[in-house]
């Protein structure tokens, strides 16, 4: 059987903040893959350090110790310029807080990423992308002039666009209602169905983690639970027990 390639894994991450009495250990000794062709769902109580999780495999935060690895480049090894370029030209992110550029329109905002990398733009992709996240009508429009879930959707196609090695997701669809959510989960699980992507999200919706082939849960800085094909029953029932225990 062929051995299934890891889009990034994490080799015994710590990752510490604050030093002596008030250091604070946010990832205890993390080691976990990300296959390639998947959407993973992280989750997990409030300071379990799911984000800080996040953030260190994207390059968005340095490890105290072990390392992260997008592909076979190990992030530890890279300047400050390297990490950039390797944020810019092989990894999408989406945030809750959209991360727009308020003077540029919903179609130079969803292209900025490639037209600073110098990447083409696969028209026909581009047009499946913000017609499915129900953009096609707003592209003229600047951030101020859309609401919050167009917002929302139009990171989420700046993020599909430029079809990334790895698409990152911190709460993607924390501020949407429950059709827009939908449309955006309907979208990443296309991306990966079809289109061979990979997509990590972290959230604190059941829902939203249903759609993941696998959902990796933590507790206080620790993987502790994993669920294949998952039911939003069987992470409800998952989440219960680890707010218990907490």
């Known amino acids: ?13 710590v990752k510490t903040y604050g030093t002596g009495d008030t ?10 893959k990300f296959r390639k062709q998947q959407f993973t769902a992280i989750m997990g109580p409030s300071g379990s350090g799911k984000s800080t999780l996040m953030h260190c495999m994207a390059g968005l935060d340095r490890v105290t110790r072990g390392a992260t690895f997008i592909g076979n480049t190990d992030l530890s090894q890279l300047n400050d310029r390297q990490m950039t370029a390797l944020r810019r030209d ?9 991360n727009l550029v308020p003077t540029l329109t919903a179609a130079e905002n969803i292209t900025l990423p490639m037209n600073i990398a110098g990447k083409r733009v696969d028209k026909k ?38 079809r990334p090695e790895i698409i990152f997701g911190d709460e993607p669809t924390g501020n ?12 990443l699980r296309t991306a990966v169905d079809v289109y061979d992507q990979t997509v990590v999200i972290v959230t604190h919706d059941p829902t939203a983690a249903s759609y993941a082939d696998r959902v990796v849960f ?11 094909s998952p039911t939003v029953e069987q992470i409800l029932w998952v989440m219960g027990q680890l707010e218990t225990r907490g």
Request: net charge positive.
């Open 176 to 187: 949407l209602d429950s059709n827009s959510s939908a449309e955006v989960l309907d979208i």
């Open 218 to 228: 933590l507790a206080d800085g620790k993987i502790v639970r994993a669920l294949s």
């Open 23 to 32: 250091a604070v250990e946010a990832l205890k000794s993390i080691s976990i």
């Open 125 to 162: 992709w581009y047009r499946e992308v913000t017609t499915r996240l129900g953009l096609a009508e707003r592209l003229k429009h600047r951030p101020a002039e859309l609401s919050g879930g167009q917002q929302q959707r139009v990171a989420c196609a700046r993020a599909l666009v430029a």
């Open 90 to 98: 092989r990894l999408g992110f989406i945030f809750q807080s959209f």
């Open 1 to 13: 059987m062929a051995k299934i390639q890891s889009a990034a894994r994490a080799v015994k991450l």
